[in-house]
């Protein structure tokens, strides 16, 4: 980063930068177009925009106006991500997320939004060259120029005098300009973020004996990287072993128990620690021999198993061929094809093909078991074919008012029970007994 009076050096030159004016924008699109009209979310879509939830915003088009909203009049943005808006009838509106529902597109290519200087907006987004969003993270980043009059920073979100800054390179004046005063403003140096410094800010909360989770302004790589005080008191962070006063999931802090009514907790960013060739230092906030938990989602490809799975709930959406599958839960959709199959858990639709199967607590519907299970003689049902409709439990069988389709053979050690009526279309072979009621 260069400073002032040397000269920057290469690869520096996003620093000394003319800021865009914040006096008025204007953001033009296209109000009949679905890309940037969403009529079943209430969005608009401008790719990386320079609003702020709860700023006010003048809608005008030459066309006949989105539904739901009047040319010429004043609403208040939402800001749903960085390339979508929302807007609302009134700022409480805004800051509550209460949006206007668009009920039909416009018409026409120049429906405008328009921010200015109005003696209301107070927050405006610091660019440079069009719409390049300046990083700052201190105040002092920045000389603002109000009718010639150099603007004292702070570094605040609530200035007293001249302006403070937000998150997200937000500009927060003292008292909100007016449509005649005259804006000019310069970024004195950019933070270029590194992978290993991080900027030491501070999160604030207030509790309220009632929340646990908070949202911090970026994600830490890690527990290490945090410190964590309630009214002062630095609290110990849970660890892979141990549960303690609070956990980190990416960006969300977690306390074991809601802090107090009005408590202050402060949120300490102190940077990365760094990386280590021994543990996990950064997964999902985890160190440590790192474990998943049943909050994680995890996508993968296709995957290989030499052993045994052991599942909550297994979805299958393709056709799967394992050794041995042992379900502990249920078994959703799909085909699954293996050796040995043991169900303590219910298969719901879908086909198993197995050289035996034992299922000796759970329950099955809508399945096709047993293709190659005519020669296999076990405890339990053996030799179910082609269509099954019922339940499977204990060591037999329990079929009611059900079509058996093909030929069934259960083996000598069926010990089981068929409630009627059943119908059978083909041949069913029993070495052992059974009971029909």
Do not use: C
């Not at 440590?288 to 299958?316: A, P, W």
């Amino acid at each position: 980063m260069s400073y002032i009076g040397n000269s920057p050096s290469e690869g520096e030159n996003n620093s000394f930068k003319i800021l865009d004016t914040i006096s008025s924008y204007t953001q033009t699109f296209d109000g009949s177009s679905v890309a940037v009209v969403s009529l079943v979310d209430d969005t608009l879509t401008f790719n990386n925009h320079r609003f702020i939830t709860a700023q006010r915003v003048t809608y005008s088009t030459t066309g006949s106006a989105i539904g739901g909203l009047t040319s010429g009049t004043a609403y208040y943005i939402i800001k749903n991500d960085q390339n979508t808006v929302k807007l609302a009838l009134t700022q409480s509106d805004a800051i509550n997320n209460i949006s206007i529902d668009f009920t039909a597109l416009g018409t026409g290519t120049t429906h405008t939004l328009n921010v200015a200087f109005d003696g209301i907006n107070t927050k405006f987004k610091a660019t440079y060259d069009n719409g390049t969003k300046a990083q700052i993270t201190r105040a002092a980043q920045l000389q603002i120029s109000i009718n010639g009059v150099i603007q004292q920073p702070q570094d605040t979100t609530s200035p007293t005098n001249g302006f403070g800054i937000d998150l997200d390179s937000v500009i927060i004046f003292s008292i909100a300009p007016i449509i005649s005063d005259v804006f000019w403003g310069n970024l004195f140096a950019n933070n270029f973020p590194t992978f290993d410094i991080a900027d030491n800010t501070i999160d604030s909360f207030t509790g309220n004996a009632i929340l646990t989770d908070f949202t911090l302004s970026k994600t830490p790589a890690n527990n290490q990287n945090i410190l964590v005080t309630i009214d002062g008191v630095v609290q110990y962070p849970s660890d892979a072993i141990t549960i303690r006063a609070y956990t980190l999931y990416e960006n969300v802090l977690s306390f074991v128990s809601a802090p107090g009514n009005g408590t202050a907790i402060q949120v300490r960013h102190i940077g990365f620690a760094g990386a280590t060739s021994s543990n996990v230092t950064g997964f999902y906030g985890r160190t440590g021999n790192v474990v998943l938990t049943s909050q994680d989602n995890i996508n993968v490809g296709n995957v290989s198993s030499s052993g045994i799975g052991s599942f909550g709930q297994l979805r299958v959406s393709g056709i799967n061929t394992v050794g041995a599958a042992v379900s502990m839960g249920n078994v959703v959709a799909g085909i699954v094809t293996a050796d040995q199959f043991v169900g303590n858990g219910s298969l719901l639709t879908g086909v198993v093909s197995s050289k035996w199967r034992s299922n000796t607590a759970g329950i099955s519907t809508q399945s096709s078991v047993g293709v190659n299970t005519t020669s296999v003689d076990v405890p339990g049902l053996t030799g179910v074919g082609n269509s099954f409709q019922g339940l499977y439990v204990s060591n037999g069988m329990i079929i009611y008012d059900n079509v058996l389709n093909g030929n069934h053979y259960i083996g000598t050690n069926f010990n089981g029970l068929m409630a009627g009526p059943v119908t059978i279309n083909g041949i069913l072979s029993v070495d052992g007994n059974y009971v029909v009621v």
